[in-house]
């Protein structure tokens, strides 16, 4: 039997995606009731984060602590782990693999370099050991996928036909962009994706406006958040991804794009646009969402945050123990 991972939203169909979601549905009161054993006896997870992360990496701690699975051990940053002495991940990864295989059902594996989550997946395809792709680099993010889109199914009463969705700011570089149109393009009838980043920044990357092009996706792009917003219901803002730029100066054109309390105040209300981000917001240097909008009725952000813990206990509980 091939090993089961998560390493790109692609490989998700039309069934797969719902059965997740009903999953996650289910996931909301086995928490609210308290901790269950439903994995104590599965195998268990390594948590290896090789970015900075708070959402990803605590949800899925908690997903795991919650169904009574076992985290054997969680390396939190790149300078914590072999990495940062030059490690390759084929070593990494083999060495988890051979030391803890009795033991060890999924990697969880966050790393900067595109392509990574593959390379842990071949190495671990030999020990039957499942990799979860937490993010690599400027590719993917595919469990954030899976729970943005449930945050909108949820709004949408289990409809997601004709989806309008706007993705903003950072197109070039954000994984989720990435992962979120894929899995939108590849398996529900949306016809329109609205694109919008401030001018003089980078479109969508070519091979994905293939990608949804092949799909019969059509791309309208625009540089006004205004125009977005009439186009969409769901306005889908990301952070500069500014660990990916060389200069100072190709951040420039990132400084005054941004959502605002005003500006979601002047949104008529026939205009059903909702704000989501994958976070974390950039409050130092962007505020790309401004503090004043984070809690606007119209900003579900926190929402979409909260909702990744039922994906991830979904997505665990499906992996480590499917029967
Ligand atoms: C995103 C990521 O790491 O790609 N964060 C997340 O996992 N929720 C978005 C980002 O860092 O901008």
Not at 112 to 133: H, W
Not at 207 to 220: A, F, G, K, P
Request: hydrophobic share 40%; glycine share 4%.
């Amino acid at each position: 039997m091939q090993t089961p991972h998560i390493l790109s939203a692609w490989q998700f169909n039309l069934e797969e995606i719902l059965d997740i979601f009903r999953l996650a549905d289910q996931m909301i009161a086995v928490y609210e009731q308290g901790p269950i054993q439903d994995l104590a006896s599965c195998k268990g997870v390594i948590n290896l984060f090789c970015q900075p992360s708070t959402r990803t990496f605590s949800s899925f701690e908690i997903a795991l602590d919650s169904l009574g699975g076992r985290m054997l051990c969680s390396l939190a940053s790149y300078e914590a782990s072999s990495f940062a002495k030059g490690e390759s991940v084929e070593d990494t990864i083999r060495y988890y693999c051979e030391a803890y295989q009795p033991q060890l059902g999924a990697i969880i594996l966050r790393h900067p370099t595109t392509g990574s989550a593959e390379e842990a997946a071949r190495v671990a395809d030999e020990y039957g050991i499942s990799i979860i792709n937490a993010g690599d680099g400027t590719n993917e993010h595919p469990t954030q996928a899976l729970l943005d889109l449930y945050t909108i199914w949820k709004r949408r009463n289990g409809n997601l036909d004709g989806v309008k969705l706007a993705v903003c700011n950072d197109l070039a570089k954000s994984r989720t962009i990435r992962s979120l149109c894929l899995l939108l393009a590849k398996n529900f009838r949306i016809h329109l994706i609205a694109t919008c980043a401030p001018q003089g920044t980078s479109s969508l990357p070519t091979d994905l406006t293939r990608e949804l092009l092949d799909y019969n996706v059509s791309i309208c792009s625009t540089s006004d958040l205004r125009e977005a917003a009439d186009m969409s219901e769901f306005l889908y803002m990301t952070r500069p991804q500014k660990e990916y730029y060389k200069k100072p100066e190709d951040l420039l054109a990132f400084q005054d794009f941004r959502v605002t309390k005003e500006f979601l105040d002047s949104l008529p209300a026939k205009n059903p646009c909702l704000i989501m981000h994958p976070m974390p917001v950039d409050s130092v240097t962007f505020n790309e969402i401004s503090p004043d909008a984070k809690t606007h009725p119209r900003c579900i952000m926190f929402e979409q945050a909260r909702n990744g813990l039922f994906i991830r206990m979904a997505i665990l509980k499906k992996l480590l123990c499917p029967n």
